[in-house]
T-cell receptor, first 111, second 122 residues
Framework: QKEVEQDPGPLSVPEGAIVSLNCTYS??????FMWYRQYSRKGPELLMY????GNKEDGRFTAQVDKSSKYISLFIRDSQPSDSATYLC???????????FGKGTMLLVSP | DGGITQSPKYLFRKEGQNVTLSCEQN?????MYWYRQDPGQGLRLIYY???????QKGDIAEGYSVSREKKESFPLTVTSAQKNPTAFYLC?????????????????????FGPGTRLTVL
């Protein structure tokens, strides 16, 4: 079993839809959870990070962490064509440790 | 204008040649990282450095080498020993602070990425 599992998609939705992106993980020591957005042929940019369990909201984006289920989600409300990108989840332990990435989910939002 | 620069954007290499990818940051970050990204594979860590003159192997270090002589620079050499070097290479940096040095749980050490270098072996 891989440490972090993420459906590669593509996930196609119409403009204005609510999008749900998810990752599951196996390492119960993970404490920090991030979502990166990557446009084609560009470097990833950090969207949100969450420490431990709970929800975090930033504009149209909401990140959720359920450590009991080892499951994290990113919700995008009122999706826009400019949201079309690959979304990567990443996570790490406490202390200094490197990030473990999911493979990324490609999202396509059509006008 | 702070950020991370990588050069070149596109690089072509003949089989058997070594090639060096450049990564420079002016964010005053202590830590720097190199990742490789292949279609359907996500990001895989090649090498990372937490401080000048020190670096550690990541998950896929074979066939690669790095140096960290200056805080701002972390070049990656793809050697002829790397069996399948064609990929998109991403450099990242972070402050190296986070909860480890701040003592505050929840203070993460965000990694910021450069624009990437696409290496193709001909």
């Amino acid at each position: 079993q891989k440490e972090v599992e993420q459906d590669p998609g593509p996930l196609s939705v119409p403009e204005g839809a609510i999008v749900s992106l998810n990752c599951t993980y196996s390492n119960s020591a993970f404490q920090y959870f991030m979502w990166y957005r990557q446009y084609s042929r560009k470097g990833p940019e950090l969207l949100m990070y969450t420490y431990s369990s709970g929800n975090k909201e930033d504009g149209r984006f909401t990140a959720q962490v359920d450590k009991s289920s080892k499951y994290i989600s990113l919700f995008i409300r009122d999706s826009q064509p400019s949201d079309s990108a690959t979304y990567l989840c990443a996570m790490r332990n406490s202390g200094y440790s490197t990030l473990t990435f999911g493979k990324g989910t490609m999202l396509l939002v059509s006008p | 204008d702070g950020g991370i620069t990588q050069s070149p954007k596109y690089l072509f290499r003949k089989e058997g040649q070594n090639v060096t990818l450049s990564c420079e940051q002016n964010l005053n970050h202590d830590a720097m990282y190199w990742y490789r990204q292949d279609p359907g594979q996500g990001l895989r860590l090649i090498y990372y450095s937490q401080i000048v003159n020190d670096f550690q192997k990541g998950d896929i270090a074979e066939g690669y080498s790095v140096s960290r002589e200056k805080k701002e620079s972390f070049p990656l050499t793809v050697t002829s020993a790397q069996k399948n070097p064609t990929a998109f290479y991403l450099c990242a940096s972070s402050s190296g602070q986070g909860e480890r040095l701040s003592g505050l749980a929840g203070v993460t050490d965000t990694q910021y990425f450069g624009p990437g270098t696409r290496l193709t072996v001909l």
